[in-house]
């Protein structure tokens, strides 16, 4: 198929309430949130009711014209103040996917720079740019997925590591849209899915994705990925990313780090799919990007009965972040980016 968008939607405009696909329920259950204050996004893109780096930028966009929707500011200073301090708010929902405070700075700048008559203007104006994030970020995950595909040989088995589907976009993904693209090209591929613990998106999501667009899929735990990488069973890996340092580093779902070490030593091709708003060209090298921690919970739990003693400390990081050396590529809308990246991603991005 060459779009998802029929089968996912996981962020919505609906009459001023931002309307989310809640992914802690897939894949038993398909339920829709309405959220119609900051506070219910904010806890939504907290929980990773909606999660994924593009999704929660889409998320936060619509989630900002939601806080100010129902406002009866008496002028466009008024309102402007309520937007900025809504998406102060916002921002403070997670620290390391980039595109929340991508999405959230392009909409403070339409409000502070919206030349409007009235509140009710500018509410409008920012309601067409929470539009134009969302149909972009459909645009240029397409474009992700067919430059990605062209790196793709007939017959490939891919892995990946998370959700970067449709499900963490607006409806098309980055590194699962270059797995929908090359089957859409008929190339016949199937893919090895991490399950990620521990909030299991791929073992929930990526999978629940991949057989929706009928590509054959395999589930592993996180630990058997050394052993299928030894066993010859994949011929590539291609996964999201959260943020991207200048230098090509790229912060992803905690685990990323350990399987791109993998497929060096395989000589497995590595490669990051991710849109240009992913980029965070102010910081020279992955370090230096912000890693959330979690609640010890999400470890000892998990979504089930509890698997660990009670007091024991947790350290609960949810992403890591991949030096430049291990990655082959990063695919993004514009092209296919190769080392140096330092070079590549500031002539091509
Ligand atoms: O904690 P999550 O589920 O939001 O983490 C998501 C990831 O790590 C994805 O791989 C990344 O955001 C890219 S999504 C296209």
Not at 110 to 123: E, G, L, N, P
Not at 221 to 228: F, R
Request: charged share 20%.
């Amino acid at each position: 198929m060459s779009s998802n968008d029929d089968l996912i939607r996981p962020v919505q405009w609906a009459d001023g309430a931002t309307r989310l696909l809640d992914q802690t329920l897939l894949p038993g259950e398909t339920t829709y949130k309405d959220c119609r204050t900051a506070e219910e996004v904010w806890e939504a893109i907290y929980a990773l009711r909606v999660r994924g780096a593009p999704a929660i930028g889409v998320a936060a966009a619509y989630g900002l014209v939601t806080s100010v929707w129902p406002s009866a500011a008496a002028s466009p200073a008024d309102l402007l103040a309520e937007v900025e301090a809504a998406a102060d708010y916002l921002a403070t929902s997670r620290p390391t996917a980039v595109n929340l405070f991508w999405a959230l700075d392009r909409m403070r700048g339409i409000a502070r720079s919206s030349a409007v008559a009235s509140a009710q203007d500018m509410k409008a104006a920012l309601l067409d740019e929470a539009h134009a994030i969302y149909h972009e970020d459909d645009a240029l995950c397409h474009a992700i997925g067919e430059h990605g595909a062209s790196l793709v040989a007939d017959g490939e088995t891919l892995l990946t590591h998370c959700n970067a589907g449709g499900l963490a976009t607006s409806g098309y993904g980055t590194a699962l849209a270059v797995m929908f693209s090359a089957h859409a090209l008929g190339k016949g591929i199937s893919v090895y899915v991490d399950e990620t613990r521990p909030l299991l998106q791929g073992a929930r999501l990526t999978t629940w994705e991949l057989m929706r667009a009928g590509i054959p899929c395999t589930l592993i735990s996180d630990n058997a990925a050394a052993h299928v990488f030894a066993q010859g069973r994949v011929q590539r890996v291609v996964v999201g990313s959260d943020r991207i340092a200048a230098n090509g580093d790229a912060a992803n779902k905690i685990g990323t780090y350990g399987v791109a070490v993998l497929a060096r030593e395989h000589g497995i091709p590595f490669h990051v799919a991710a849109p240009t708003s992913t980029l965070d060209m102010s910081l020279a090298h992955g370090g230096l990007i912000p890693i959330e921690e979690r609640a010890a919970e999400e470890v000892t739990e998990g979504f089930g009965r509890r698997t660990a003693p009670d007091g024991v400390d947790v350290y609960a990081p949810a992403f890591d972040v991949t030096p430049a050396k291990y990655i082959t590529s990063i695919i993004t809308e514009r092209g296919v980016h190769l080392p140096p990246f330092t070079e590549s991603l500031k002539t091509d991005a």
